[in-house]
């Protein structure tokens, strides 16, 4: 623990029993990385370029990435029971095998202004800072079918959002983007949206379901219920 382990070429690497923090800054081969029991709790990250794995088998860690040098249209993917924050993404993220919260802070994706999401089943925000030094708003798709019945789907910022197979309740008050949501089969019928200040587009459900909006207070805002 604390200890610094530094991955560097073109060669793929596939490390287990981790403890140590990780840099991959120079590599342009794939990584896989598998955390064990962190003994203080925590452990850092930097990806490369290439396609990364990060897996944590302990529910009481906390796995930071920076993503920063992942390319765009470049899988992350995070298993495991750990925590897991990423910043600075541009490439994509697959959270489907991820049982801990997380937590997303996007960068500016000049390269097509699209990154795409797949969340875990526990609690989940995402930040999508949108412009960034482009010009063009990111759209963020998110699939949401891993999340289950009442956890929490937080969004903020400016990037506009599409989310797909929700479930859980969303709050996005701190989100300027627009908004469009698909639910799914809500398990106990109901499900909450508090909305940021951008235009919201709601779709899916059964006729059972309940959606329950709030925080529609922007003058020029519009709601599209389907």
Known sequence: DNTSLTLDGASAFDVNNLEANVDGSGATGSLDLAFGDVDDGSATITTGTAATTVSGSSGSDTLTTDADLLLNDTNLTLTGAANQVVNNLQGDLNASGLSGTLTITTDDNVDDDDISITT?????????????????LDLI?????????NTTLTLTDAANFTITNLEANTTATNSSGELQITYSNVSDGAASLAAGSGDVTL??????????VTGLETASQSLDAQ
């Open 141 to 149: 798709s998110v699939n949401a079918e891993q999340m289950v019945d």
């Open 120 to 136: 875990g089943s526990a609690n989940t925000t995402i930040n999508g800072t949108g412009t960034g030094d482009g010009n063009t």
């Open 203 to 212: 779709t899916g459900g059964v006729a059972d379901d309940t959606i329950t």
